[in-house]
Every structure is written in structure tokens, then in C-alpha cells.
């Protein structure tokens, strides 16, 4: 009887399985996977980390859209579509001082901020609140096809590009 355990352990196992060979192996087995994933870790860290966003260059539409002397906010792109008798322009509609959109206040004339009362007047000057920074004044033009174009990544100087019509 214990002949046959030692033969079915031995065939089990092989004939020259050691204790040692079993450690060995279990380590090349470990080496093996800790290798496979710092090749993912690696593959990851080489691939282009891309994000697709929207062009920050939008088409606000046709001029005659936007009724004279008025202000419309557009939620689509978080900007303000302010028509001027000196010409159009547009403001950033992101507060600057926590990021929160803000919103026209006709009864007043002034946008405001719903999250901590950041005012602003309508050229987008801080008039009171905790806001640092006044709105920034985005780059506007007209395309050949007379439509409006703003382009929310280019801030230009307060009170000096209008678009006249």
C-alpha cells in the first residue's frame, strides 16, 4: 500500500518534481505575468492620449438673429452674443471666478452669476461680487456668407473689436 501512493505521487508529479523545480517554476510564472502587465502599463503610456473635443470656432447663425441692442446667451457654447449700436461682439458666459455660467439679467442689464453673485455689466466688467477677473471678449467675426463666427479659444482686448453690419 504505501508503494503505491510514492508511484501515484511520482506519476502526479513526474519523476525528477522537486520542491525546488516548484519554486522555480512559480517564480518564472510570476516574472511571466508581472511582465505581461507593465507591457499593458507600457502600451498604454505609448499610445496618444487624444482628447476629441469640440472646435472651440463656432457659427452663432445670421446677424439678423440677434434683435438691436441685445444680449442672448448661448448654452450650447457658454457665450454671450451681445449686438451693440458700435457692432456685435461676444463674451465669455463662464464666471471668473468659479466657472459657473452665468446668466442676462434684462431687468437690470446686467449678467450675473446664480452660484455666488458675481455682476457684470453688459461689455462684461466685474461691477460687484467675488469675481477677480471680468468676462473675457472672444474673438467674433463675419464669414463671406455673412454669417458670425466666434472663436471661444481667442480672448481679444475689452472694447476694441466690434463687427459692424
Avoid at 36 to 54: H, K, R, T, W
Avoid at 69 to 96: K, N, Q
Amino acid at each position: 500500500m504505501p508503494d503505491e501512493k510514492a508511484d501515484s505521487h511520482e506519476n502526479y508529479h513526474g519523476p525528477d518534481f522537486s520542491r525546488r523545480k516548484f519554486f522555480v517554476e512559480l517564480g518564472a510564472g510570476s516574472l511571466l505575468v508581472a511582465g505581461a502587465g507593465a507591457a499593458a502599463f507600457a502600451a498604454q503610456y505609448l499610445s496618444p492620449n487624444v482628447l476629441y473635443e469640440a472646435s472651440p470656432v463656432v457659427n452663432v447663425g445670421r446677424p439678423d438673429r440677434y434683435p438691436e441692442d441685445s444680449v442672448t446667451l448661448d448654452t450650447r457654447f457658454g457665450i454671450f452674443i451681445i449686438r451693440a449700436p458700435e457692432g456685435f461682439y461676444a463674451l465669455s458666459a463662464v464666471c471668473s471666478h468659479l466657472g459657473c455660467l452665468s446668466v442676462w439679467k434684462p431687468e437690470s442689464g446686467t449678467i450675473a452669476c446664480p452660484c455666488h453673485g458675481s455682476i457684470f455689466g453688459r461689455d462684461g466688467s466685474v461691477t460687484a461680487g467675488p469675481a477677480p477677473k471680468p468676462l473675457p471678449w472672444l474673438r467674433t467675426w463675419m464669414t463671406d456668407d455673412g454669417d458670425l463666427m466666434v472663436d471661444r479659444a481667442t480672448k481679444v482686448p475689452a472694447k476694441k473689436e466690434y463687427v459692424k453690419v
